[in-house]
């Protein structure tokens, strides 16, 4: 049984619409964050929610395995969600996970931003 629903996603872009700049109007106005901050916001603001989903947040390998920064980053599609990725022009930066561990993102990887469009 597949635990994604609206609920969820629902949620999710409610988080995005609060992080904001206000500096800045319109799309700008919204700030860009990783799939992985978006599933610790998540976790942090709807924990009766989180327990029902049978996977962990994410988080150091998070490609490698089944986790809810990766299905963020393969089913939050939604016309108020942008969806930015990068490739190669990340190399070299530095991500620190929830296990304080730091690791390089290597140029075969990518990096996966999403923010709230009005």
């Given at each position: 049984?597949?635990?994604?629903?609206?609920?969820?996603?629902?949620?999710?872009?409610?988080?995005?619409?609060?992080?904001?700049?206000?500096?800045?109007?319109?799309?700008?106005?919204?700030?860009?964050?990783?799939?992985?901050?978006?599933?610790?916001?998540?976790a942090?603001?709807?924990?009766?929610?989180?327990?029902?989903?049978?996977?962990?947040?994410?988080?150091?390998?998070?490609?490698?395995?089944?986790?809810?920064?990766?299905?963020?980053?393969?089913?939050?599609?939604?016309?108020h969600?942008?969806?930015?990725?990068?490739?190669?022009?990340?190399?070299?930066?530095?991500?620190?996970?929830?296990?304080?561990?730091?690791?390089?993102?290597?140029?075969?990887?990518?990096?996966?931003?999403?923010?709230?469009?009005?």
């Amino acid at each position: 049984m597949d635990w994604w629903n609206d609920e969820i996603k629902n949620n999710l872009i409610t988080i995005l619409q609060s992080i904001r700049d206000d500096r800045y109007e319109g799309v700008r106005h919204y700030k860009f964050i990783t799939a992985y901050q978006l599933a610790i916001a998540f976790a942090q603001n709807y924990p009766e929610e989180f327990q029902n989903i049978p996977v962990e947040v994410g988080g150091k390998n998070t490609g490698v395995h089944r986790s809810l920064a990766k299905r963020i980053t393969q089913s939050l599609i939604d016309e108020h969600v942008q969806i930015a990725t990068w490739a190669d022009d990340f190399v070299g930066l530095r991500i620190t996970f929830k296990d304080d561990d730091a690791s390089v993102i290597p140029s075969t990887d990518y990096l996966t931003l999403l923010r709230y469009q009005p």
